[in-house]
């Protein structure tokens, strides 16, 4: 594995190039990428995480699920814990989305350490992104079931990293 450095760049890059063409739904279609980015550092700022596999994986973190990626791409580019961890924390996008959510929720607590704490900071980006630039249409009642059902997942993982799960009920504080 190249050094910390070349492989989160590497992450950056393989994840930039993937999501090129992927914008949020807010009104200003901010560009997609910036929600990978924003859960790594997350790790780094405020969970203390200092893995570069993790974050390496956070960075990754949506591209089996919203792209062309494949699980053997990544393993192949990254190696299985990285690969791993990314499988872990994706859902199966064949399956209806009140199915994928269920799962979320139910399989949380069962996931590594690692994913874990991806899952908090995923969560807890999803949530500034609601406050800052919401979805632009999503209604009060969309935005405040995602925060329950975000602090439902959350929930089952909070001790993996603790100072992460405080900054999320932070943001959860603020439920519209």
């Known amino acids: 594995m190249p050094n910390d450095n070349a492989l989160l760049l590497k992450a950056?890059?393989?994840?930039?190039?993937?999501?090129?063409?992927?914008?949020?739904?807010d009104v200003?279609?901010?560009?997609?990428?910036?929600?990978?980015?924003?859960?790594?550092?997350?790790?780094?700022?405020?969970?203390?995480?200092?893995?570069?596999?993790?974050?390496?994986a956070a960075l990754l973190h949506?591209?089996?699920?919203?792209?062309?990626t494949t699980a053997s791409e990544l393993e192949t580019a990254f190696g299985p814990r990285i690969a791993k961890l990314v499988a872990e924390v994706s859902d199966d996008k064949a399956l209806?989305?009140?199915?994928?959510?269920?799962l979320q929720v139910e399989r949380a607590g069962r996931a590594s350490p690692a994913a874990q704490?991806?899952?908090?900071?995923?969560?807890?980006?999803?949530?500034?992104?609601?406050?800052?630039i919401p979805p632009a249409d999503w209604s009060v009642e969309r935005k405040r079931a995602y925060f329950d059902w975000a602090k439902e997942v959350v929930d089952r993982?909070?001790?993996?990293?603790?100072?992460?799960?405080?900054?999320?009920?932070?943001?959860?504080?603020?439920?519209?």
């Open 12 to 25: 950056a890059s393989l994840a930039a190039y993937k999501h090129r063409k992927h914008f949020r739904k």
């Open 28 to 56: 200003d279609r901010t560009p997609y990428i910036l929600h990978p980015l924003a859960v790594a550092r997350a790790l780094v700022e405020e969970g203390g995480v200092d893995d570069a596999e993790l974050l390496a």
């Open 62 to 68: 949506d591209t089996l699920e919203d792209t062309d």
């Open 96 to 102: 209806p989305k009140a199915e994928r959510k269920r």
């Open 117 to 132: 704490q991806l899952k908090i900071a995923d969560k807890l980006c999803n949530l500034r992104d609601i406050v800052a």
């Open 157 to 176: 993982v909070r001790g993996a990293n603790a100072a992460l799960a405080a900054r999320f009920d932070e943001i959860y504080a603020h439920r519209p």
